[in-house]
């Protein structure tokens, strides 16, 4: 069983930067690989970036170039650092621990993110 609590949301003007953070507990959290997904109203919810245990990361075409996904295994946790951010960025923020051949699927309550003037 994993724990996931994201921090780091809140309302920022267009073109500013957050930094998210999800703190995991309860299992090897090096051996997951991590993602945040975000929904804002109405949509489903989507992949912003994901980063495997040894670090690789992925990101959606969407936020490339403005978004960072970075993970520090001793502390477990994962960040996602968002710069130039846009109204479109708004939506609720999402962690996940996933792990395919364990089947695990894990996500925190999620953290809402509003971009406006």
């Known amino acids: 069983q994993v724990q996931l609590v994201e921090s780091g949301g809140g309302l920022v003007q267009p073109g500013g930067s957050l930094r998210l953070s999800c703190a995991a507990s309860g299992s090897i959290f090096s051996i997951y690989t991590m993602g945040w997904y975000r929904q804002a109203p109405g949509k489903q919810r989507e992949l912003v970036a994901r980063i495997t245990g040894s670090g690789w990361p992925n990101y959606a075409d969407s936020v490339k170039g403005r978004v960072s996904i970075s993970r520090d295994n001793a502390k477990n946790t994962v960040y996602l650092q968002m710069n130039s951010l846009k109204p479109e960025d708004t939506a609720v923020y999402y962690c996940?621990?996933?792990?395919?051949?364990?089947?695990?699927?894990?996500w925190g309550q999620g953290t809402q993110v509003t971009v406006s003037s």
């Open positions: 996940n621990a996933h792990h395919a051949i364990l089947g695990d699927d894990y």
